[in-house]
């Protein structure tokens, strides 16, 4: 009788999960590419241009039967071959990669690639392209060697305080050091390292997840789709195609310091307003977690330890800085290439790794070590995505001679 007049409840049914078309990742995109490659060479007529190489003290031509002759690295010649490019460019080591030769294509015969073709392009991809992951690898353990000395934490303390009452100025020096980041060296994926250390400076200041995004990540994509002479795209594809890195630099400096300006325009806007009304904050509904997710304390005060910016974190500093402008002098003046780039910032991480384990509060050898493994590990997503790049790439390169004619795509996206 207790359940007369009680309302009875049918179970109800568990809903069907609506089919849902979803983007593939990276590495399932750069696979089918992979394979759309292999396939093409079935297709895709197959031909090639003579290609011209600097060899001193001449250039080395290679006609696309394999013939090789050698001519005189003079303008001179240059200019008789149609290229339209300085001889210095060559003889300074601007140019190290073969370029065509105008007026030079002929037909060869087909050479289909097998479904072999798939797998030994990622090896054979990954051994060409193994200096580029070498040096994302150091990168990386040189960020995590930095990151355990705290001396990123307690230089941005110490800026904070600075900074009090002027908290923008922080958001504008890390963005812009982003753009620049993205610009000059190609820093995007790897601007992800620095969250861990910049987010929680962004929050104690009273900002959201949307600035602190906004600072690192969208400054350094902005660098990054305005390469002026970052050597992972703008002097890549330069280098491939042939032409000069400085070729329309004029077009992207003018660019990247448009879209600069309007996002520092963004940023101060909003910054401000979150800051005056955090309820304002377009990710208000999720501040908590996310505040939650995310501490101020350097790793010293987790230790019971007041982080002091001592003299040797400022020296620390000061190196892991110095590492970028000297990458970027060897590589416009020096001729350098992945395997100096990585020797470089080897060298300063070696250095930074010993000051990190000794003295009073050095973490000891083991510390240095893991660290170093940690920040490198922390890349290897990165690493993933440019070793299946080079799959596809190397399968146009070895069948049908696709390389120079996808660079010059690239190339003209950049410079246009």
Sequence with gaps: MGNVGAVSETPKAPKKKRFKLKMPGAFVILFILTIVAVIATWTIPAGAYSKMVY???NLKITSPTGKVSRVPATQKELDKLGVKIDIKQFTSGGITDAVSIPN????????????????????????????????????????????????????LMALTKKTKGHEFLLIFMVSILMVLGGTLCGIEEEAVAFYPILVPIFIAMGYDSIVSVGAIFLSSSIGTCFSTINPFSAVIASNAAGI?????????????????????????????????????????????????????????????????????????????????????????????????????????????????????????????????????????????????????????????????????????????
């Excluded at 922390?378 to 120079?404: A, G, K, M, N, P």
């Design 104 to 155: 030079t294509y002929q037909r060869l015969k087909q050479k289909p690639a097998q479904v072999g073709a798939i797998t030994k392009s990622m090896v054979q991809g990954t051994i060409e392209a193994v200096d580029i992951m070498v040096f994302i690898f150091v990168l990386g353990g040189l960020i995590g060697v930095v990151k355990a000395s705290g001396a990123f934490e307690s230089g």
């Design 244 to 416: 000069p890195f400085t070729e329309g630099i004029v077009w992207r400096a003018t660019g990247l310091v448009i879209a600069a300006i309007v996002l520092e325009c963004y940023l101060y806007w909003y910054s401000k307003k979150v800051k005056n009304d955090p309820t304002s904050s377009y990710t208000y509904d999720d501040h908590e977690e996310f505040n939650s997710m995310w501490s101020v304390e350097s790793s010293d005060e987790k230790k019971g330890k007041k982080s002091i910016f001592t003299g040797r974190k400022k020296f620390i500093l000061i190196l892991f800085v110095a590492a970028f402008p000297i990458m970027v002098w060897g590589v416009m003046s020096q001729g350098w290439w992945f395997p100096t780039m990585a020797s470089s910032f080897l060298a300063f991480a070696i250095i930074i790794m010993f000051l990190t384990a000794t003295g009073h509060n050095g973490i000891g050898e083991k510390g240095v070590i893991d660290a170093f493994v940690n920040g490198a590990s922390s890349l290897v997503r990165c690493l993933i995505d440019h070793w299946f790049s080079t799959w596809y790439q190397y399968c146009f390169e070895q069948w049908i001679y696709f390389r120079y004619y996808f660079a010059v795509i690239i190339i003209v996206g950049l410079t246009r």
């Design 55 to 57: 060899s001193s003290p």
